[in-house]
């Protein structure tokens, strides 16, 4: 059974930046029902069983059933890429990275503001729904890019690379308060982010 991370925030917590309504929708209803259907779909899968999401990622080839396949990605995703998306938001974040992945990024984009830049460009020219991902190899490099849907990079590179920032791009992340506007819910987002998250999943993946 795969389960929801717990926030280490209250709904209203990211407020202005991002609104309680959409955290508790976000949540409650869109996470909790990826999780609910990924769940469900796995029951129908025991050649799944026991294994990680990032193991069932990379195993998604080897269903034959299409309906069942587009469910455990679709679901699965949306379950990976949710608890990413909340555990990297904090009341306290923004500002920026330090020691080993400030160091990278500026080794790889030249600055925190090219990053950022980059961040941006992949959210707001994704079309349709989707996410922004910065992404870490085993060897420590970093790379930005978008994934329609709920899929992410573990998915599109069978494991190669693993997001340790994710920002969600579909309308109901922001659509209440931001409405059409994706670029100042990335601006919001920003003022969110928790760097020290993102720089323990870095580490995580070059462990
Ligand atoms: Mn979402």
Do not use: C
């Not at 209250?10 to 909790?32: G, N, Q, V």
Request: glycine share 6%; proline share 3%; charged share 25%.
């Amino acid at each position: 059974m795969f389960k929801q991370i717990e926030l280490s925030y209250d709904f209203k917590d990211l407020e202005p930046h991002i609104d309680e309504l959409t955290m508790h929708t976000h949540y409650s209803k869109h996470h909790a029902t990826y999780t609910n259907n990924l769940n469900a779909a796995l029951e129908k899968a025991p050649e799944l069983s026991g294994k990680t999401i990032e193991e069932i990622f990379t195993s998604l080839d080897s269903l034959t059933d299409e309906a069942q396949k587009n469910a455990i990605r679709n679901n699965g995703g949306g379950f990976y890429n949710h608890n990413l998306y909340f555990d990297t938001m904090s009341p306290k974040g923004g500002g920026h990275p330090e020691g080993k992945l400030a160091e990278q990024i500026t080794k790889d984009f030249g600055s925190f503001d090219v990053l950022k830049e980059k961040l941006t460009a992949a959210a707001t020219t994704r079309f349709g729904s989707g996410w922004a991902w910065l992404s870490a190899n085993k060897a420590g490099d970093l790379k930005v890019t978008s994934s329609p849907n709920q899929d992410n990079p573990i998915m599109e590179t069978k494991g190669e690379w693993t997001p340790i920032l994710g920002i969600d791009v579909w309308e109901h992340a922001y659509y209440l308060k931001y409405k059409n506007l994706r670029v100042d819910y990335v601006k919001a987002f920003f003022d969110v982010t928790d760097w020290n998250k993102v720089a323990a999943n870095y580490k995580e993946v070059t462990a």
